[in-house]
């Protein structure tokens, strides 16, 4: 990874006092990252300070060459400068933040297999073992981790201690810390536990909450800085320098940052899909069969708790499914008495042709949790059930959300290309030092459409981009006739605008 190798060479190449830090939570997220990253705080902080010092030379050297003076330069060199050491400095945090949902959204999952390897007689290592080969996003590497260290002759409690001090969710830390401590007293402190993750469904929520403000908020940043930046170049008397040109890419990133951040803090989509090198599948198709999974848990929950394996129960529910989930079971259903390969090898191969990863991970959790204990099994999959149905509801609810402020994205990306297509067409005529000196210096007709065409072109650009992007930013149809109606509007209005202004 970039940012890794970044972090290592700068380390090595600047010095730093190996005085003890005082960000706890910069030491917490290196902890947690450790199985994805070869971090240290020194080599972070390091990495921070070399990127400042490298962009602010450089920063100062592009501008000063552009001609601009040295009052205008270094403010705007020290900006940038510690911006990226803001950004570089708390990358880690953000990353750790960013698992923080999903490790809440597994932490039940995770207790109730604790849950059934201990009513089975099985031994904590046996839980850890499970959790590891369960497919978690994150978790199941981690504890493959955990793993090797236990071989290497570290105890399990201290591996899972270790592990609940430095991941960013209450909820797994909660079930861990009880775990540890029930098995410790020999109490039966687990089954009081609800198994239910407070804090997954505190956060869907108030990302519902947070979800309007945000979405407008990020609109609002990637169709207002091009009006400010025009406003700006006018005013300097930079409408007619081909440098306006380097606008464009820092304009088309800057939107796609946004837009990236957005999509993963507030995401349009339901689920990822399983396998992302294909076409992937559209999320209304994504949505039924999670939609008709979660009945084919219910339906197998009532039929293993009362006393039915795993590979009676699926024959037996498969008539009460809907068509997604009947060709699922069929294919478990078909390896097993066909082919006659292992439930666990059936299960994996129904997992392998779904189309979001959280039926493909839930389908191999359940024949793990079936090998343990059919029965027991049972009754947690109708818990389990229970709880995914009052999440997937309340998940659903930013499709709405997005839907109902999709308008308004659209509405604001179209005017800010008015706005921007009539403030270009004022371009030549607000340079200040005219304006404080003598006074205008032109004459009707002297000003062509050609003088400020660096401009028309960087707005242009910027105006299809942005039309673009926001449209696939709230999940909207047809991205790119949006981009271009975007910047027709653009052209339209500084049409019409400039031939007001009497420009030729």
Known sequence: MIYDRLCRFSERVTIRSDQPQRDKELRRAVKFLASMMTLTVKGVKAAADLVAILLFLSVTTLLYTLGLSLFIVLPLSVMASTISLYIIQTYPISLMNSYKLGLSEEADLVFEQFILVFQSGGTIFDAIEMVAHSEHPYLSSAFSQMIVRINDGTPPETCLMDFAKDQPSDDLRRYFMAILSSLEKKTDLIETLSGESFEADLALRQKNLELESRLLIVA?????????????????????????????????????????????????????????????????????????????????????????????????????????????????????????????????????????????????????????????????????????????????????????????????????????????????????????????????????????????????????????????????????????????????????????????
């Open 220 to 504: 609002a940043l990637v169709t207002y800085v091009p009006i400010m930046f025009t406003l700006a170049a006018s005013l300097a008397g930079f409408s007619t320098s081909l440098s306006i040109l380097l606008m464009i890419p820092l304009f088309v990133i800057m939107n796609a940052l946004l837009k990236s951040r957005f999509s993963r803090q507030f995401s349009a989509y339901f689920d990822r899909p399983r396998d992302e090198t294909l076409v992937p599948p559209s999320q209304k198709d994504i949505i039924t069969e999670y939609d008709e999974f979660l009945n084919l848990l219910i339906l197998l929950g009532e039929r293993l708790s009362t006393g039915d394996t795993l590979e009676v129960a699926l024959p037996n529910v498969r008539d009460d499914l809907e068509t997604q989930a009947q060709r699922l079971v069929d294919i478990a259903i078909k390896a097993v008495y066909i082919q006659e390969t292992s439930m666990i090898e059936a299960m994996r191969l129904a997992s392998q042709a779904t189309l979001g990863q959280r039926v493909s991970q839930m389908f191999n959790m359940i024949a793990l949790m079936c090998e343990t204990s059919a029965t027991d099994a049972g009754i947690r999959i109708s818990k389990i059930a229970t709880r995914l149905v009052k999440r997937s509801a309340v998940a659903k609810e930013r499709d709405s959300i997005i839907a109902a402020q999709r308008m308004k994205v659209y509405l604001l990306t179209l005017t800010s290309a008015a706005v921007l297509g009539m403030l270009a067409s004022l371009a030549p005529f607000m340079y200040i030092g005219a304006l404080l000196t003598q006074g205008p210096t032109w004459t009707l007709g002297s000003i062509t459409i050609l003088d400020i065409i660096p401009l028309l072109v960087t707005l242009g650009v910027t105006t299809l981009s942005t039309g673009y992007q926001n449209t696939q930013m709230v999940n909207g149809g047809r991205p790119v006739l949006i981009g271009i109606v975007s910047a027709l509007l653009f052209w339209v209005s500084f049409a019409l605008s400039s031939t007001m202004m009497g420009l030729s």
